[in-house]
């Protein structure tokens, strides 16, 4: 199967789990208040599950180490990606409710869903520790300040009376502390996914973090249909996001990988392309969620999960012809 091929029916499973929740919902068989129940189930149980678990199973301390190099690039681009889009939110007058995902878009993407089986089919599992250095970017990025960022974009309580009302236990939502817990883990080479006698707790973990994506997505579904199919559109600030997803992001990883190889710090051309593969990947799935916790504008945090997802089938032939040559 080509690699184009597998990023399209990703796409398509993932169109197909939306509709689904568009369709149940338009049936009725969602009160009003199923929304919230998912939102808080994901936050709160799911994520930090699938979060902790992903990372004991994929990464060793050892790894981590010798692919330290490449995390320098990958948060590189992810700084730089936030001062840009920062600037932007200025520049466009963004308003509340909108920025934080406005900003994760242009920041985070869908690595797991999308970007893994779209860099195992273009390289194969010999690039799957390169992938794995985008993975704790992403991840760190986007449970640190990236929730941060949506937490605190309340439209309610934009008048507030300051300081007082910081609420911080938004510094540690659920799924960094489910990603802190794991690094503990590895960094007391503690064991725990592979030993037989805590299978159970492994498995238990396992199924509760595999919630994540079909729930999202539906949720996407159930807000598509309250919101009518007519809400998709391309308005400005949907159009910039999108441009920070699949022009900027990439981009700055090329640019910082050309500026390391000038100066004397390159790295391998299979690393090279993965890291920019996986900064075209379209917006994260958990995206309506993060607003909806925040009050924010879930329709569109809904709108460009929806479409840069669905743009992607016209974003990987070009990806694709442009790390072919390097």
């Known amino acids: 199967m080509t690699a184009l091929s597998t990023s399209i029916q990703s796409i398509l499973t993932i169109v197909l789990i939306i509709a689904l929740g568009y369709v149940l919902q338009r049936k009725g068989w969602f009160d009003d208040k199923f929304g919230g129940t998912i939102s808080n189930l994901l936050m709160k149980v799911a994520l930090p599950a699938s979060i902790f678990i992903s990372v004991l199973q994929r990464l060793t301390l050892s790894k981590l180490i010798s692919l330290s190099s490449g995390l320098v690039y990958g948060f590189g681009g992810v700084i730089l990606g936030y001062i840009i889009a920062f600037i932007m939110v200025k520049v466009l007058n963004v308003r509340p409710g909108r920025r934080g995902t406005f900003i994760n878009m242009f920041v985070n993407a ?18 799957m520790a390169y992938f794995l250095v985008y993975y704790v970017v992403n991840t760190v990025s986007t449970w640190t300040l990236g929730a941060f960022l949506m937490a605190n974009d309340d439209p309610t309580k934009v008048k507030g009376e300051g300081s007082s009302n910081f609420n911080w236990k938004k510094l540690l939502p659920p799924p960094l502390l489910g990603f802190l817990v794991a690094l503990v883990f590895l960094l007391l080479r503690i064991p725990f ?10 498995n238990t973990l396992t199924y509760v973090g595999s919630l994540v994506t079909p729930l999202s997505l ?17 308005d400005r600030d949907t159009i910039f996001a999108l441009i920070g997803r699949f022009v900027v992001a990439p981009a700055l990883i090329v640019m910082l990988i050309m500026i390391g190889a000038h100066m004397g710090f390159g790295m391998p051309g299979l690393e090279a392309k993965t890291l920019i593969v996986q900064a075209s990947a ?28 669905v743009l992607f089938a016209v974003v990987v032939p070009i990806i694709m012809m442009l790390v072919s040559g390097m």
């Open 193 to 202: 996914v592979n030993v037989p006698q805590l299978s159970f707790a492994v």
């Open 218 to 234: 539906i949720y996407i579904g159930i807000v598509l249909a309250k919101a009518g199919l007519g809400s998709i559109n391309f």
């Open 282 to 309: 379209p917006g994260l799935a958990v995206l309506p969620i993060l607003a909806d916790q925040a009050h924010g504008d879930v329709k569109y945090a809904t709108n460009v999960v929806t479409t840069s997802t």
């Open 110 to 127: 869908n690595t797991i869903f999308i970007g893994l089986p779209l860099n195992l089919a273009l390289f194969g599992d010999k690039a």
